[in-house]
T-cell receptor
Framework: NAGVTQTPKFRILKIGQSMTLQCAQD?????MYWYRQDPGMGLKLIYY???????DKGEVPNGYNVSRSTTEDFPLRLELAAPSQTSVYFC???????????????FGEGSWLTVV | TQLLEQSPQFLSIQEGENLTVYCNSS?????LQWYRQEPGEGPVLLVT?????EVKKLKRLTFQFGDARKDSSLHITAAQPGDTGLYLC????????????FGTGTRLKVLA
């Protein structure tokens, strides 16, 4: 099973450039999330989606945009990259919004982004 | 302001010592989950606590959910170097949305 696939794994951007981080899941999950994680810190929610065509802001949405045209894909776009966006980005998906003993949130392997 | 505050932020202890990590909020959570994350990898789920007052054990790790479901703790007995990592609590925001949020994190280093 592929699970949650993120690309690229590493990227260096110049200030002001734009790029899209791709995220795809093959588990037919309705709920998808984008997080950023700075060194030694917890994950901060950027955007999330509860289904195709529905997205909403998380804790730190400024400087980012998302779309959810299909259930499988949830790309994250950085417009006008800034050094403050240097971070590790994780995409995640879940079948249900009620975690219990039998439910799991699946994470991608992360995308390391450096803005110089 | 983080909805889920963890303490301590950093912890460095000797092998064999005991430790407790706390996850606190001013809001009620329907459930909380604990993760461990190693450098270069995504978080790995350790446990989910759902009922107020619930205690769950995973080998040397004991997780407790507060009676009011506003806080949780992770206690490690006889820590080992393999326990080294970033520990995170997480849960769905109590505001009624589907935001799944993480705590501020506790970085643990166990010295041999």
């Amino acid at each position: 099973n592929a699970g949650v696939t993120q690309t690229p794994k590493f990227r260096i951007l110049k200030i002001g450039q734009s790029m899209t981080l791709q995220c795809a899941q093959d588990m037919n999950h309705n709920y998808m999330y984008w997080y950023r994680q700075d060194p030694g810190m917890g994950l901060k929610l950027i955007y999330y989606s509860v289904g195709a065509g529905i997205t909403d802001k998380g804790e730190v949405p400024n400087g980012y945009n998302v779309s959810r045209s299909t259930t499988e894909d949830f790309p994250l776009r950085l417009e006008l990259a800034a050094p403050s966006q240097t971070s590790v980005y994780f995409c995640a998906s879940s079948y249900s919004v009620t975690p219990n003993s039998g439910n799991t949130i699946y994470f991608g392997e992360g995308s390391w982004l450096t803005v110089v | 302001t983080q909805l889920l505050e963890q303490s301590p932020q950093f912890l460095s202890i000797q092998e064999g010592e005991n430790l407790t990590v706390y996850c606190n909020s001013s809001s009620v959570f329907s459930s909380l989950q604990w993760y461990r994350q190693e450098p270069g990898e995504g978080p790995v789920l350790l446990v989910t606590v759902v009922t107020g007052g619930e205690v769950k054990k995973l080998k040397r790790l004991t997780f407790q959910f507060g009676d009011a479901r506003k806080d949780s703790s992770l206690h490690i007995t006889a820590a080992q170097p393999g326990d080294t990592g970033l520990y995170l609590c997480a849960g769905f925001s109590p505001s009624g949305t589907y935001k799944y949020i993480f705590g501020t994190g506790t970085r643990l280093k166990v010295l041999a």
